[in-house]
């Protein structure tokens, strides 16, 4: 099921390494030992070509990930504090399955890709106000599809 906060179809993410993999990108994925999804990719995907910057860095530190952002060509994943290196480097940015908030518009490298809420049978960009009017409601979300992520890198590729 989807959640407000981040992505719940894993297999996307499987898909996207995939794709940036045969583009011929090297992928490094973010996060400390303790979350999730870097455990999960481990015991999913058997590519030992995928880096961890958990596994490089000792203790995970902010030189450490401001030196990985000053080197990689842009940043994919969720709205999260793992991209503020990247945005105050000025690198580009993808945020996918992300909820709108009113600043998104003043970050000039980062392009969104937000999430859907259904209300009355219509489908509106998921944002404060949209969570307001549905709160009394089962929410209805929908979350980027592979296609909408792969067409946004290939605008900034």
Do not use: M
């Not at 969720?78 to 992300?98: N, Q, R, V």
Request: charged content about 25%; hydrophobic content about 35%; proline content about 2%.
């Amino acid at each position: 099921t989807p959640s407000i906060r981040n992505t719940s179809n894993l297999n996307k993410i499987e898909k996207l390494i995939f794709y940036l993999k045969k583009k011929g990108f090297v992928i490094i994925v973010l996060g400390n030992n303790s979350d999730k999804f870097p455990n999960y990719l481990k015991r999913k995907i058997k590519d030992t070509n995928l880096i961890y910057l958990n596994e490089l860095s000792k203790d995970y530190s902010i030189h450490d990930q401001f030196y990985l952002a000053k080197k990689c060509s842009f940043y994919l994943g969720s709205a999260s504090g793992a991209s503020i290196p990247y945005f105050l480097l000025e690198k580009k940015i993808i945020h996918f399955d992300t909820t709108k908030h009113q600043y998104d518009s003043r970050a000039k490298n980062i392009q969104w890709l937000y999430k859907r809420i259904k209300i009355k049978n219509r489908f509106y960009i998921l944002n404060a106000n949209s969570l307001k009017f549905n709160k009394k409601k089962s929410l209805q979300l929908k979350e980027n599809s592979y296609d909408e992520i792969v067409n946004k890198v290939k605008s900034l590729i």
